[in-house]
């Protein structure tokens, strides 16, 4: 089949998925067009949250020892213990595959050998709070014969981009903390879940509703997101109780047998290994928005709180600065980033400290993506060495605001070393900026990012 026929051919199945979703044309999405690759140019035991005093369970044997992370590292960048980043630079296809996909956990995944709760058979899920009317506990099989969706949607590390306050704005880590996602915590999958909407019409929900707090009782001892409840309701036919992702059931690395799915905001918000959801007339901080995955920095307010609050794990003086939320535009081509500042290069990295990677001189096609879920992608440019932004070319399918787009954009590379950027205009009107302030966790930076090549 020619190049041409390939895109044609990848471009109609992934379109079709919307109208249709079968799983050849799923399947179909993960294969791209030969002609998109840009690789080809390199050269080179836990508190519940409703504070519960639960039952003492009897001495066990030690658990097997194990992996932190079970997925393959041959497709995923190793950054750390627990967490792997997608090798964006080898991205191609409209879907991202599982395989690829990167992985955030604060702790080791916890496994059904481990942890027998999380065995299908086994799982449940509670559904209660001082604001739900009939409280209730569903089992694998109850959430399986439920009203459930697919959405096609991103999830993006709230991390993601942190390694150009390094690089880009020359900051150390002692004013910037976190691991070094370069830019590839992020990725495209198809989801099907349980819509909150049809949660909530089966528990109903007392007038007065604040927050909705979605905890794992498996991972670690705080792992809790609270989210006003006015967000969710916002979001109730989009997000929901996930149990599949890219038309199979959810893997130990991403939250199975089940885990939130909140299509936009950061990935903490879609909380992996799922076993309870509370919603109270209470506001409510725990670690995940207090000490982490917040902005803390000279520009950010501290949020408003009172005595009544409810703490989980953390106190009034942990609270610092507001939660991240949605995530802003990006975009990136499909070239590793230069790393001289860093603090740190992961050990399967393609390039040494400081390499710059080489592409061969001549016209070719410089190739990205592009995503901004709050409100969709309107467009997206690219420059090369300064000169006037050029309206790239994104490529169909665009299947609305929480998918990303690819996009092309032709270039005479003449030797030598050349600063290449890409930005991303939302249907807002909001366009990635030069620089971001400084926040401390390295949150959200959507600054454009510059790739420095070598032309031979």
Known sequence: MSERKQREEAERL???????????????????????????????????????T?????????????????????????IGATVRSGNYWNFKTFMTPVEEFYVRNHYATPTAEQRPILARENWKLRIHGTSVERPIELSYNDLLGMR?????????????????????????????????????????????????????????????ARTVLFWS????????????????????????????????PLIPDHGAPVRMVVPGWGGTASIKW?????????????????????????????????????????????IQGPMVTWMPPKSFITVPLVLERSPSVPANYPLQRGQVPRLSA??????GYAWAPQHGVR????RIDGGAWQQATIRPPNLGKYTWVRFTAPWNATAGQHVIETRTTDNSGTTQPTTVPLNSLGMANWAIPKFRVEVA
């Not at 459930?148 to 942190?162: D, L, Q």
């Not at 976190?178 to 990725?187: I, K, L, T």
Request: glycine share 12%.
């Open 362 to 367: 001549g016209q070719q096609d410089l190739t």
């Open 14 to 52: 992934a379109t079709d998925v919307l109208k249709n979703g079968t799983n050849a044309q799923r399947r179909g999405l993960f294969v791209s067009a030969a002609a998109f690759g840009a690789a080809a140019m390199l050269a080179g035991g836990t508190t519940p949250a409703s504070a519960q």
């Open 274 to 318: 799922l076993t309870e959801i509370r919603v109270t007339d209470r506001r409510v901080w725990s670690r995940l928005n207090t000490r982490g995955e917040v902005y803390i920095g000279p520009t950010y307010a501290r949020p408003e709180f009172a005595p009544d609050d409810e703490f989980i794990g953390v106190t009034a003086d942990d």
């Open 379 to 382: 467009g997206v440019e690219v």
């Open 54 to 78: 639960a039952a003492p369970t009897p001495a066990a044997a030690p658990p097997p020892a194990r992996r932190p992370i079970l997925k393959d590292d041959s497709r995923v960048l190793n």
């Open 217 to 248: 009782g498996v991972d670690g001892n705080d792992m809790g997101r609270p989210m006003p409840y006015s967000d969710v309701v916002s979001l109730q036919d989009d997000m929901g109780v996930c149990f599949a992702m890219n038309g199979n």
């Open 148 to 208: 459930s969706r697919s959405i096609i949607a991103t999830m993006e590390c709230h991390g993601n981009g942190r390694t150009l306050f390094w690089e880009q704005d020359g900051l150390s880590g002692q004013q910037v903390a976190g691991g070094n996602w370069v830019m590839g915590a992020v990725g495209q999958a198809e989801w099907q879940y349980v819509p909150m909407s049809e949660i909530f019409a089966r528990v109903g929900i007392k007038p007065g």
